[in-house]
């Protein structure tokens, strides 16, 4: 992002974002992808306390392979799903009388006890696995976009990320009169590399074939085409006269990819080095927060479930005896007190895929 250093990719929505609000300089996920730092960020838990400590997806080198319908149904990444016993962050917000909505990728579980509409959320529209084609919406074939708890082909052809800003500022539009929680999880960039100018079919693998002049200049202009649909999130808000109310989390689940760039950091997502761990984090809730100001303290994926809940009161909807592994960081956040990092420290597990 330019507000992080970048020269080459314009970022001018999220830079606005960072010089408005407070920068994270420290803020780690815990897990190096996707699955188990999304699943900790709803739980606000470690993926080995809430069960999801590795990706629901088949093994990677299927990402090539055709599957036939019925054959994919009974694979893994069809089947598996975070604990029906985790309480998610949707559904607490619930109980304190949020309406909530999920756009873009979902990631934990296809059957229709783990789709997000049993998990406390009101409007879902997204896919539900790792990752699609950002124009057919398929997975090895098999399409992947669902409504709610029903598979959809009716947008296919239509650039995702046009689809999931469709719908945020659809669901905005509808519920700026209630208290929101807008949950918009972007696979952007995520395999395949697909910027919104280009042909269909042209697509770079986000594999070692990413890390090509030709897979860079992908990811650059899906970085920049994601920031242009930030701003349109951002100027409805304005509109509907809710921006100044709206606590706004920016955030990545892992490290930057191969065709990124995570110098002075070492290697990349999928290792536990800090170039796959350490991700940037925008914080932005004004007369609240601080505009411009830069935040060194180390922080990780759980600190945000557990500050919005205590922003919205909703902690009193934790389940009795439910251990939750963040801290609240609004007292750093408004500068009204430091948190004790002699008293933090933090883990992270992972197989060798070596």
């Known amino acids: 992002l330019g507000c992080f250093g970048s020269k080459e990719i314009l970022t001018p929505q999220l830079d606005r974002l960072a010089k408005e609000g407070m920068k994270l300089t420290q803020f780690y996920v815990t897990w190096p992808a996707c699955t188990p730092s999304r699943g900790s960020l709803l ?61 873009g990728k979902w990631d934990l579980g296809v059957h229709k006890r783990f789709l997000p509409l049993a998990r406390g959320f009101d409007d879902f529209y997204g896919f539900v696995n790792t990752g699609i084609d950002y124009y057919t919406h398929e997975r090895y074939g098999v399409p992947s ?3 709610n708890n029903s598979p959809t082909i009716a947008d296919k052809g239509t ?65 920049e085409y994601l920031d242009s649909r ?34 002075p ?10 170039g796959g761990i350490r991700v940037p984090c925008l914080i932005q809730w004004p007369d609240r927060i601080p505009a ?19 922003a919205t009161r909703a902690i009193q909807f934790v389940p009795k005896g439910r251990k939750l592994d963040g801290i609240n960081l609004l007292p750093f956040l408004t500068n009204q007190a430091e948190v004790d990092p002699v008293n933090r420290s933090f883990g992270w597990r992972r197989r060798d895929w070596g």
């Open 43 to 103: 739980t606000g838990r470690y993926p080995q306390r809430n069960g999801i400590y590795d990706m629901i997806r088949n093994e990677a080198p299927d990402y090539g392979y055709q599957y036939k319908p019925g054959e994919y149904e009974a694979t893994f990444e069809r089947i598996g799903g975070m604990d029906t016993r985790e309480v998610l962050l949707s559904a607490m917000l619930k109980n304190a009388g949020y309406v909530s909505g999920i756009f």
């Open 159 to 223: 650039y995702c990320t046009d689809l999931f800003e469709r719908e945020a500022v659809r669901f905005l539009k509808a519920n700026h009169r209630k208290p929101f929680f807008l949950y918009l999880p972007w696979s952007i960039p995520h395999a395949p590399l697909q910027d919104p100018a280009s042909d269909p079919s042209t697509a770079f693998d986000a594999g070692p074939k990413s890390n090509t002049p030709e897979g860079r200049e992908a990811f650059v202009e899906m970085v």
């Open 292 to 310: 411009g100001t830069v935040g060194e303290q180390s922080s990780i994926m759980m600190d945000a479930s557990v500050t919005v809940l205590e």
């Open 230 to 263: 930030i701003g349109k999130i951002f100027r409805t808000l304005k509109k509907q006269g809710q921006l100044d109310n709206t606590l706004i989390i920016f955030t990545s689940d892992n490290g930057g990819m191969l065709s990124g760039n995570c110098w």
């Open 265 to 274: 950091l070492k290697k990349s997502k999928q290792h536990l080095e800090e």
């Open 145 to 147: 976009m669902y409504r």
